[in-house]
């Protein structure tokens, strides 16, 4: 059984900046693509950000893109979420995500995760 614990939200005024983690328990960490998504009040989870596996290769919403930079740490089994410039429309229940074995490693699909943290609170005053 694997486990993702986020932290790192909080309450930010627009324009500044936070960094999200994700800890994984289990030994198979970098066999595994990340991603991270997010769900706004009233809204559909939604895809944020993915990395592959040696972290060489990542991939963003258009939403984020040149905000937000995905990094992951294998050694520490961690992927991390930088967000800078942030927004109001940023305020969201931020997951990350553990892709599924076969899946396309950026997949904006939901079924294509298969662990799931519990999410952090990213809120963004104007």
């Known amino acids: 059984q694997v486990q993702l614990v986020e932290s790192g939200g909080g309450l930010v005024q627009a324009g500044g900046s936070l960094r999200l983690s994700c800890a994984a328990s289990g030994r198979t960490f970098s066999l595994y693509e990340m991603a991270w998504f997010r769900q706004a009040p009233g809204k559909e989870r939604e895809f944020v950000s993915a990395i592959s596996r040696s972290g060489g290769s990542t991939a963003y919403a258009d939403s984020v893109k040149g905000r937000f930079t995905i990094s992951r740490d294998n050694t520490k089994n961690t992927v991390y979420l930088q967000m800078n410039s942030l927004k109001p429309e940023d305020t969201a229940v931020y997951y990350c995500?553990?892709?599924?074995?076969?899946?396309?490693?950026?997949?904006?699909?939901?079924?294509?995760?298969?662990?799931w943290g519990q999410g952090t609170q990213v809120t963004v005053s104007s």
């Open positions: 995500a553990r892709n599924a074995y076969g899946s396309k490693w950026s997949s904006v699909r939901e079924y294509d995760y298969d662990y």
